[in-house]
């Protein structure tokens, strides 16, 4: 980290003050196939991601690209609608700047989904998952580099990287909803290309339950900026080696926009509980 990130993530931060004055209770990112969950915000304002100073530009399909500042559940949220990714060409700094400028808002949680491929045999398409933990196959990290303090510690803690108060609260919430809703592991690849049957078994046997392109730099920025962080996954297409087939895209965002229903009902409740 360098004397210049802070100064961005200052800058950026000012400027969607100058938009909406509040101090976010949680900074929200929706996933691939997940930007309907913004129709859950009571709206104050909408900020395009390239008004907003040292941005990157959001180029995966269904990601808007825009800022949704408001109130849900009683508290103050801002959501992104849409993220960035790795395989897009950003830098990891990138991808999680905007976590930087939520925290720098005021956000003291984070609250992140994402669609993912399905690894465990007993889960199916559609299904959700609380992350309880995660494996970084990214082959880089946010936080290499010099370290600004004002920002984190050197050597954040990952022993519980997704809250445990919140992961308690989002099994409640599904059990009272009757929402079908795992605990598992996920791991993040870079893509955008999907796996192979061998990369499958590998992932699986290294102890994860789903796979995606996403998620864990910004749950790492989020750890090092001391936020708690609640993780929720939508399996969109079921990733067993021996019965493996083709997957379109449509097909996935499909599937994420079906499952959003639920995924909604239990980001709204863990949202009114923070």
């Known amino acids: 980290m ?27 990112i929706l996933g691939t196939g997940l930007g309907k969950f913004a129709e859950d915000v009571e709206t104050d304002v909408v900020i395009p991601y390239e008004e907003i ?26 959501v992104m609608e849409g993220r960035f990714h790795f395989y897009e060409g950003w830098s990891l700094q990138q991808v999680t700047f905007p ?3 939520m925290k720098a808002l005021g956000a003291g949680a984070l609250v992140v989904s994402n669609a993912c491929g399905g690894m465990n045999p007993q889960w199916g398409r559609g299904d959700i998952m609380l992350i309880e933990d995660h494996i970084n196959l990214l082959g880089d990290n946010p936080l290499i580099g010099p370290n600004d303090e004002r920002l984190g510690d050197r050597f954040p803690d990952m022993c519980y990287p997704y809250d445990r108060e919140l992961l308690k609260i989002g099994r409640r919430v599904a059990l009272e909803e009757q929402i079908v809703c795992h605990q598992g592991v996920f791991v993040a690849v870079s893509g955008p290309n999907l796996e192979t049957r061998a990369e499958y078994r590998f992932l699986r046997a290294i102890g994860a339950d789903v796979v995606g392109m996403s998620t864990v730099p910004e749950v790492i920025v ?3 900026s001391k936020m708690r962080t609640f993780g929720i996954s939508v399996i969109t297409d079921v990733c067993l080696p021996d019965s ?4 379109s895209l449509p097909e996935i965002i ?7 229903k639920k995924l909604r009902v239990i980001i709204r409740r863990v949202v009114a509980e923070i």
Do not use: M
């Open 2 to 28: 360098s004397t210049a990130l802070y100064d961005q993530i200052q800058e950026a931060a000012a400027f969607v003050h100058t938009k909406w004055k509040h101090a976010p209770t949680a900074g929200i």
């Open 53 to 78: 100073p040292h941005f990157p530009r959001s180029t995966a399909p269904t990601h808007k690209g825009q800022l949704v500042c408001g109130t849900l559940a009683g508290k103050k949220v801002v």
């Open 99 to 101: 976590v930087r400028v």
């Open 222 to 224: 989020a750890a090092h």
């Open 244 to 247: 493996l087939e083709p997957v």
């Open 254 to 260: 499909a599937t994420a926009n079906e499952a959003e």
